[in-house]
């Protein structure tokens, strides 16, 4: 299976969709506002789209010229393509990926903040991402209104219902550690705390 960038990747779904040239696609990338999920500027897309048709996945159907406009050429998936589409996505929602997200990294050393500082920054966090949780309610509404079929924008409501998730959990953490539910001082591990007798040392 070829690797191909996450902005091939989509350029391939839509392809799959119907034939279209590269400045339709990226119109519409924006329109369902796939610029959230990739990367995407013109000149990358039409670079992606060159690799698409090396590899076979996609070709070229013609170029025409509207009006005063440039000659656009039109691409379409190949029946190759359309194999490797749909391996990709198999593989993409089924299988959980390795990822090291900063903020992860972050909570996992979240007792080096004084219990203030750390309620602060959850807190400030969960803001910001209840106006992110804002504009994808916008973007979902806009989505509506135009009768975009939902299979088409089923990532706008993945990445709300996680956000809500988000911000629920931080929410709810900054709570407990400002009510001292959590406490902030103290051993790792309290002194009274039982050690199964047989637990050996990490090998080195």
């Known amino acids: ?5 996450p902005l091939a990747f989509a350029a391939l779904g839509l392809l799959n969709e119907a ?3 590269p400045y ?3 119109q519409t990338m924006l329109q369902r506002r796939e610029d959230e999920n990739v990367k995407v500027r013109p ?3 039409y670079h992606q789209i060159g690799r698409l048709v090396d590899l076979g996945f996609a070709e070229a159907l013609g170029t025409a010229r509207e009006g005063n406009r440039p000659e656009r050429t039109t691409y379409a998936i190949t029946d190759h393509g359309r194999t490797e589409l749909q391996a990709g996505l198999r593989r993409m929602i089924a299988e959980p990926a390795d990822e090291y997200p900063e903020f992860q990294l972050a909570v996992s050393h979240v ?4 219990a203030a500082d750390a309620v602060t ?3 400030t966090r969960a803001e910001a991402l209840r106006d992110q949780r804002a504009e994808y309610d916008e973007a979902a509404t806009g989505l509506q209104a135009k009768h975009l079929a939902e299979r088409f924008w089923l990532d706008v409501s993945y990445v709300r219902a996680m956000l809500q998730a988000q911000i629920e959990w931080l929410s709810t953490t900054a709570d407990r550690i400002a009510s001292g539910d959590i406490p902030w001082d103290g051993p790792a591990v309290p002194e009274d705390t039982d050690i199964p007798t047989n637990s050996k040392e990490p090998t080195r």
């Open 1 to 5: 299976m070829a690797s191909l960038t």
């Open 19 to 21: 034939p279209m040239h």
């Open 24 to 26: 339709e696609m990226f």
């Open 43 to 45: 000149g990358t897309l």
């Open 121 to 123: 920054a959850l807190r």
């Open 111 to 114: 007792d080096n903040l004084s």
